[in-house]
């Protein structure tokens, strides 16, 4: 997808979309390799094995090839429609594996192995951050997952999530606070791993 500002990202996007649904092929092809970045790093952020997250990825672009006749841009954002097919992908394979959906689901903690994050803090900090992280509720780790790591507006998590705008941005800076207030409050770098 283009570095585009979001409003431009948005009607490039929208008009992708009105273009597939009018029978232009070329035009679900360019939506797939605008939308196949954003939804495949959602997806491996909350699955394991890359094998299967890119099983969930395939999986998404046909439910949303199938579904392109019924999306209506004006209703939400096409970045948001696909995000929120990939979490119902996730609560689907869970569904199907377990026979109940586990709370880990849909929010999973974020893996950062040789990710920027574990370069600038260290490997104590980012475990220190995973085990603050769940702590949290499934649901809040998911809200701060979809701000922080996949990059969504407070409006677009309200979509994705079945939320008011209000409260998103609301749970969002309570987390934040939480984080922030335990981070001030818990060991100096290097203790964690005296703690036992």
Request: proline residues 6%; charged residues 30%; glycine residues 8%.
């Amino acid at each position: 997808m283009p570095q585009l500002p979001w409003p431009l990202r948005d009607a490039w996007l929208s008009r992708l979309v009105v273009r597939g649904q009018r029978g232009d092929r070329e035009a679900f092809r360019d939506l797939y390799r605008a939308l196949y970045g954003p939804v495949s790093r959602y997806l491996r952020r909350r699955v394991p094995s890359p094998a299967d997250a890119e099983e969930l990825v395939g999986q998404v672009f046909f439910r949303l090839l199938e579904s392109l006749d019924r999306i209506d841009p004006r209703k939400g954002t096409v970045l948001v429609y696909a995000l929120s097919m990939a979490r119902n992908a996730l609560v689907d394979e869970a569904r199907s594996r377990a026979g109940r959906v586990p709370e880990e689901a849909a929010a999973a903690v974020p893996d950062t192995k040789a990710g920027p994050l574990e370069r600038l803090m260290g490997e104590e900090d980012v475990a220190r951050v995973r085990s603050e992280l769940a702590r949290l509720p499934a649901e809040t780790r998911e809200l701060l997952m979809l701000r922080f790591g996949d990059g969504l507006r407070f409006a677009e998590i309200a979509q994705v999530m079945g939320l008011s705008e209000a409260a998103v941005r609301q749970r969002t800076s309570r987390a934040v606070r939480e984080l922030r207030a335990r981070w001030d409050a818990g060991p100096a770098r290097g203790e964690l791993a005296n703690d036992g």
